[in-house]
T-cell receptor, first 114, second 114 residues
Framework: KAGVTQTPRYLIKTRGQQVTLSCSPI?????VSWYQQTPGQGLQFLFE???????NKGNFPGRFSGRQFSNSRSEMNVSTLELGDSALYLC?????????????FGPGTRLTVL | GENVEQHPSTLSVQEGDSAVIKCTYS??????FPWYKQELGKRPQLIID?????GEKKDQRIAVTLNKTAKHFSLHITETQPEDSAVYFC?????????????FGKGTHLIIQP
C-alpha cells in the first residue's frame, strides 16, 4: 500500500506571496491532518479534514486554510506569506474513526520564505 | 486546549542501557497517546501508541505506560541500539467525535553512545 505523499517537496517563496501545498493520503483513509514543524515551536496542529469537512482547527491565523476533495486528497493554502511561515509542513492521514485514528505522516513540504 | 509537556529535551545513554522519556498532559478528556520517532530529514514514524483503557503496552524493546490519574505517560526503550538515535515525540488526542488533531510534546533528542 502506497504511503502518504506530498507535493512539492521544496518551495521557495517571497513575503506577500501565497502558496498551495498538496497531500495525497493512504488509499482508503478519509482523514487528513496538517501540521507545521519548526525548530522553535515543534510540531503544531493546523487543521483536520474528514470527508471534505473541516472537523478540527488549531490556533493559526486565517491566512492558513485548507480543503479536501472527494477522493480525500487535501490542499492547504497560506496567503500573504511571512518570514515566520518558513517551516516543514507535514500532512498525516488516518481512517478518522476512534478505532482507526493512527496517523501516518507524509515526507513533508519544506517551505522557505525570503 | 490540550498541553503536552515532554522531558528530557536531550537524553544520552550508553548502547545497551535503557532510556525513559516522560510526558504529561493537561486535558483529562484525552484518551489516545501515540509516540513518534523522527530521524534527521525524515518524516515522523509511529512506533507505539496506547489508549486510555490500557495501562501498559509492549512491542519488543519498546513499552509505553499510562497513568490516567496523574495524567502522564512514558516511553521505555530497553537494550538501546545505535539505530534508536532520533528525536522522539509524544502526543495526546481525544477521540470523542473522531477529531484527529494531535497535540505534540516538544520532542526528546535521544543519543545512543557506542
Amino acid at each position: 500500500k502506497a504511503g502518504v505523499t506530498q507535493t512539492p517537496r521544496y518551495l521557495i517563496k517571497t513575503r506577500g506571496q501565497q502558496v498551495t501545498l498538496s497531500c495525497s493520503p493512504i488509499s482508503g483513509h478519509r482523514s487528513v491532518s496538517w501540521y507545521q514543524q519548526t525548530p522553535g515551536q515543534g510540531l503544531q496542529f493546523l487543521f483536520e479534514y474528514f470527508s471534505e469537512t473541516q472537523r478540527n482547527k488549531g490556533n493559526f491565523p486565517g491566512r492558513f486554510s485548507g480543503r479536501q476533495f472527494s477522493n480525500s486528497r487535501s490542499e492547504m493554502n497560506v496567503s500573504t506569506l511571512e518570514l515566520g511561515d518558513s517551516a516543514l509542513y507535514l500532512c498525516a492521514s488516518s481512517w478518522g474513526t476512534p478505532q482507526g485514528n493512527e496517523q501516518f505522516f507524509g515526507p513533508g513540504t519544506r517551505l522557505t520564505v525570503l | 486546549g490540550e498541553n503536552v509537556e515532554q522531558h528530557p529535551s536531550t537524553l544520552s545513554v550508553q548502547e545497551g542501557d535503557s532510556a525513559v522519556i516522560k510526558c504529561t498532559y493537561s486535558d483529562s478528556a484525552s484518551n489516545y497517546f501515540p509516540w513518534y520517532k523522527q530521524e534527521l530529514g525524515k518524516r515522523p514514524q509511529l512506533i507505539i501508541d496506547i489508549r486510555s483503557n490500557v495501562g501498559e503496552k509492549k512491542d519488543q524493546r519498546i513499552a509505553v505506560t499510562l497513568n490516567k490519574t496523574a495524567k502522564h505517560f512514558s516511553l521505555h526503550i530497553t537494550e538501546t541500539q545505535p539505530e534508536d538515535s532520533a528525536v522522539y515525540f509524544c502526543a495526546a488526542n481525544w477521540l470523542d467525535g473522531g477529531a484527529d488533531g494531535l497535540t505534540f510534546g516538544k520532542g526528546t533528542h535521544l543519543i545512543i553512545q557506542p
